[in-house]
């Protein structure tokens, strides 16, 4: 008797241990009227813990009724394994510890409320995903490092003013055959070493180092939705501004989409060998909106809160994509932070650009730009100063261009300067300083001193702001084409459709030019340093391979062009005159010259400015389709640009005045 007595008592224990492990506890569910009465998690710990001896799943879901844990041998088909009840915690937090070895399992979240699923999500927080990223992976983060990789440090930057963005798309680079690449559209393509095109001259990685950039952009590449990863036989293109799992590589571009390791560890590889190439890597994220709205992850675990909603409560659409984000939201804010923080340590990544920034608030950014700094002051934040619509968030306290002051060290793109030199983006056929168009010399000069205030430039003629933005020149983003729009060589033939193929080249020339001997941070397209063309394609986010792939035979075809960029970079690099630090040191070194005619901004940089080898130094951008005689200071000068020749030693010594070619950049200089 006693021990029947002693058995029921066993079960009895052993049924409520199953209970408190398996299902709710003293946790009830707390009714909310609003998001903000939300419960806040402080901790930084929602992404799943994984030993040899146990995992933790943990998800932040207020509003749930239950969740279960279901867990699969493979990242796709019909193999369910266990599922499990989830516990409810404090402030929101669901936790379930599974003892055992759980590594390489897949898992889904699904949450229930009012008796009804929300679907199965791998979580915001997943790490690892299978094929397609619908179900998470258990990890161990460690096996995917590749040889080496804790021993390669990211490459020396003393500042952001030093930096040479070039934005790429992972695939464009390698895809074409004349790119001599074996692994194609992948990772491991892009940082393949000894590439050449059929003329023998470099591509990839090697083309990137001969160029000389200092930081590589990649576009999107976080897992995205709208390539079918087990179908990739097809073709199939995307520019990855669809986001489906933030802290995971796109599978796309790995060698095995299935196992989730694979992507992993090839990305790693790729950031391993750009550091090792003294090149730092950018990621551009997208933040502000995801593809899915109702069945997206974030609405999978917490229905409505990680959204804004307009007065009468439907999605808010600042992205021109369905939905926008609430970065203002407290659990919003703490993902895109712990997000950006996970790829610049378990990644390496040296930087973050922000796709339609004007959607965040300012706040979360200054945020995130001081944790950044803990681990990497170099790590370089920037974006777009604007959305694609309304937002409900006030004007005043996002991170929009007007409000750049209020950043602590982000910088944005000036779309002052891009139409100023090519006509306006909106326009296909409108023409800016480089093809001719008079009225433009205002914001060249409010491009060249990088958006900060200057005593010689006349703000109410900029073209878009009126004011000076930027209160250092790492803060603005110089640039005259990117992904979006025509390429720059296909804006140029569109716009000036009767000139001829010289004329063009020169004014393709003439643009780059600006950009590289602005006091901001210059951005350059991919191939645009090779006339990269998208055959007038403005849109190309999901063409074919034959629309956005670089070619190339462009290197071969335009090669002097090529050189040319490549000339203007080490120039800049060479002469950090065209890098100062500060508005107070550009004011003080940098003059505006006076010129008496439309199409001609000439500046002078003096005093050794920023420890300048060149005592004196003189940039003549002239757009006219005929000479320009500049009078010039006195004393004898060397001419180190003229028309396509860069000799940093000089080529020539001139006094009193110069011949300006037209359609081109000149500099001079006194040592």
Same mark, same amino acid.
């Given at each position: 008797?006693?021990?029947?007595?002693?058995?029921?008592?066993?079960?009895?224990?052993?049924?409520?241990?199953?209970?408190?492990?398996?299902?709710?506890?003293?946790? /009830?569910?707390?009714?909310?009227?609003?998001?903000?009465?939300?419960?806040?998690?402080?901790?930084?710990?929602?992404?799943?813990?994984?030993? *040899?001896?146990?995992?933790?799943?943990?998800?932040?879901?207020?509003?749930?009724?239950?969740?279960?844990?279901?867990?699969?041998?493979?990242?796709?088909?019909?193999?369910?394994?266990?599922?499990?009840?989830?516990?409810?915690?404090?402030? $929101?937090?669901?936790?379930?510890?599974?003892?055992?070895?759980?590594?390489?399992?897949?898992?889904?979240?699904?949450?229930?409320?009012?008796?009804?699923?929300?679907?199965?999500?791998?979580?915001?927080?997943?790490?690892?995903?299978?094929?397609?990223?619908?179900?998470?992976?258990?990890?161990?983060?460690?096996?995917?490092?590749?040889?080496?990789?804790?021993?390669?440090?990211?490459? +020396?930057?003393?500042?952001?003013?030093?930096?040479?963005?070039?934005?790429?798309?992972?695939?464009?680079?390698?895809?074409?055959?004349?790119?001599?690449?074996?692994?194609?559209?992948?990772?491991? $393509?892009? +940082?393949?070493?000894?590439?050449?095109?059929?003329?023998?001259?470099?591509?990839?990685?090697?083309?990137?180092?001969?160029?000389?950039?200092?930081?590589?952009?990649?576009?999107?590449?976080?897992?995205?939705?709208?390539?079918?990863?087990? =179908?990739?036989?097809?073709?199939?293109?995307?520019?990855?501004?669809?986001?489906?799992?933030?802290?995971?590589?796109?599978? *796309?571009?790995?060698?095995?989409?299935?196992?989730?390791q694979v992507r992993i560890k090839e990305f790693k590889e790729m950031v391993k060998k750009l550091h090792e190439n003294k090149i730092r890597v950018i990621m551009?994220?997208?933040?502000?909106?995801?593809?899915?709205?109702?069945?997206?992850?974030?609405?999978?675990?917490?229905?409505?809160?990680?959204?804004? =909603?307009?007065?009468?409560? /439907?999605?808010?659409?600042? *992205?021109?994509?369905?939905?926008?984000?609430?970065?203002?939201?407290?659990?919003?804010?703490?993902?895109?932070?712990?997000?950006?923080?996970?790829?610049?340590?378990?990644? %390496?990544?040296?930087?973050?650009?922000?796709?339609?920034?004007?959607?965040?608030?300012?706040?979360?950014?200054?945020?995130?730009?001081?944790?950044?700094?803990?681990?990497?002051?170099?790590?370089?934040?920037?974006?777009?100063?604007?959305?694609?619509?309304?937002?409900?968030?006030?004007?005043?306290?996002?991170?929009?261009?007007?409000?750049?002051?209020?950043?602590?060290?982000?910088?944005?793109?000036?779309?002052?300067?891009?139409?100023?030199?090519?006509? *306006?983006?909106?326009?296909?056929?409108?023409?800016?300083?480089?093809?001719?168009?008079?009225?433009?010399?205002?914001?060249?000069?409010?491009?060249?001193?990088?958006?900060?205030?200057?005593?010689?430039?006349?703000?109410?003629?900029?073209?878009?702001?009126?004011?000076?933005?930027?209160?250092?020149?790492?803060?603005?983003?110089?640039?005259?084409?990117?992904?979006?729009?025509?390429?720059?060589?296909?804006?140029?033939?569109?716009?000036?459709?009767?000139?001829?193929?010289?004329?063009?080249?020169?004014?393709? %020339?003439?643009?780059?030019?600006?950009?590289?001997?602005?006091?901001?941070?210059?951005?350059?397209?991919?191939?645009?340093?090779? &006339?990269?063309?998208?055959?007038?394609?403005?849109?190309?986010?999901?063409?074919?391979?034959?629309?956005? =792939?670089?070619?190339?035979?462009?290197?071969?075809?335009?090669?002097?062009?090529?050189?040319?960029?490549? $000339?203007?970079?080490?120039?800049?690099?060479?002469?950090?005159?065209?890098? &100062?630090?500060?508005?107070?040191?550009?004011?003080?070194?940098? =003059?505006?010259?006076?010129?008496?005619?439309?199409?001609?901004?000439?500046?002078?940089?003096?005093?050794?400015?920023?420890?300048?080898?060149?005592?004196?130094?003189?940039?003549?951008?002239?757009?006219?389709?005929?000479?320009?005689?500049?009078?010039?200071?006195?004393?004898?000068?060397?001419?180190?640009?003229?028309?396509?020749?860069?000799?940093?030693?000089?080529?020539? $010594?001139?006094?009193?005045?110069?011949?300006?070619?037209?359609?081109?950049?000149?500099?001079?200089?006194?040592?």
């Amino acid at each position: 008797m006693l021990l029947l007595k002693i058995q029921k008592l066993g079960v009895i224990f052993m049924m409520s241990f199953l209970f408190g492990l398996f299902s709710c506890s003293e946790e /009830e569910k707390v009714e909310y009227r609003s998001f903000d009465e939300y419960p806040v998690y402080s901790h930084n710990d929602l992404w799943t813990s994984y030993t *040899s001896k146990s995992t933790t799943f943990r998800i932040w879901s207020p509003t749930a009724d239950d969740i279960r844990l279901n867990i699969y041998s493979h990242g796709h088909g019909e193999n369910l394994l266990e599922s499990y009840p989830m516990k409810r915690e404090p402030k $929101g937090i669901w936790r379930l510890k599974l003892k055992g070895d759980y590594k390489n399992k897949y898992y889904t979240f699904e949450v229930s409320i009012d008796g009804k699923s929300l679907g199965e999500t791998p979580g915001i927080y997943a790490q690892a995903v299978g094929v397609n990223g619908k179900r998470a992976m258990v990890i161990d983060m460690q096996n995917t490092n590749p040889e080496g990789w804790e021993d390669t440090p990211r490459p +020396v930057q003393k500042s952001y003013n030093d930096i040479i963005l070039y934005e790429l798309h992972v695939r464009d680079m390698s895809i074409h055959a004349s790119s001599g690449i074996k692994n194609k559209g992948k990772y491991l $393509g892009l +940082v393949e070493c000894g590439t050449l095109n059929n003329s023998g001259y470099s591509t990839g990685i090697d083309h990137m180092k001969e160029l000389g950039i200092t930081h590589v952009h990649l576009l999107p590449v976080f897992d995205y939705h709208t390539v079918d990863e087990t =179908q990739l036989e097809k073709p199939q293109f995307n520019w990855g501004y669809d986001p489906h799992n933030y802290n995971v590589p796109e599978g *796309s571009y790995s060698t095995d989409p299935y196992n989730a390791q694979v992507r992993i560890k090839e990305f790693k590889e790729m950031v391993k060998k750009l550091h090792e190439n003294k090149i730092r890597v950018i990621m551009d994220v997208v933040y502000n909106h995801t593809f899915y709205t109702e069945k997206s992850n974030f609405n999978r675990e917490v229905p409505g809160y990680y959204y804004r =909603q307009t007065e009468t409560g /439907e999605w808010s659409n600042a *992205s021109g994509c369905g939905n926008e984000t609430a970065s203002e939201r407290p659990m919003m804010r703490k993902f895109i932070i712990e997000s950006c923080k996970y790829w610049a340590t378990e990644y %390496k990544i040296d930087g973050f650009r922000f796709d339609l920034m004007g959607i965040h608030d300012i706040e979360t950014l200054n945020l995130l730009r001081a944790e950044l700094k803990t681990i990497d002051s170099g790590i370089l934040i920037y974006g777009e100063g604007w959305t694609g619509g309304s937002s409900p968030l006030p004007d005043s306290v996002r991170a929009l261009k007007e409000n750049a002051k209020k950043l602590d060290d982000i910088a944005l793109f000036s779309d002052d300067i891009r139409d100023a030199i090519k006509g *306006s983006v909106f326009e296909s056929k409108s023409r800016g300083f480089a093809s001719g168009k008079p009225g433009n010399e205002e914001t060249i000069k409010f491009g060249v001193v990088a958006s900060t205030n200057h005593p010689q430039i006349d703000y109410s003629k900029a073209n878009y702001s009126k004011i000076p933005w930027a209160e250092k020149p790492s803060q603005t983003i110089g640039y005259v084409s990117c992904h979006d729009n025509n390429t720059l060589f296909d804006k140029l033939m569109i716009s000036c459709p009767d000139f001829p193929i010289e004329d063009i080249k020169k004014m393709h %020339k003439l643009a780059n030019a600006i950009v590289l001997t602005s006091q901001s941070i210059p951005f350059l397209h991919a191939g645009v340093e090779m &006339m990269r063309t998208k055959g007038g394609e403005h849109n190309s986010y999901n063409m074919p391979d034959d629309i956005n =792939q670089i070619d190339w035979s462009w290197k071969t075809q335009n090669n002097d062009i090529f050189q040319y960029y490549k $000339g203007l970079i080490s120039l800049r690099k060479n002469h950090p005159a065209f890098h &100062m630090p500060s508005q107070e040191m550009i004011a003080k070194h940098l =003059q505006f010259m006076e010129v008496n005619k439309p199409n001609v901004v000439a500046f002078s940089i003096n005093d050794n400015a920023n420890g300048d080898s060149w005592k004196n130094i003189i940039v003549v951008y002239n757009s006219m389709e005929e000479g320009y005689v500049l009078k010039l200071p006195e004393g004898e000068w060397q001419v180190a640009v003229r028309d396509s020749w860069i000799v940093e030693d000089g080529m020539e $010594g001139v006094s009193k005045t110069v011949m300006v070619p037209p359609l081109s950049m000149m500099v001079l200089f006194q040592k």
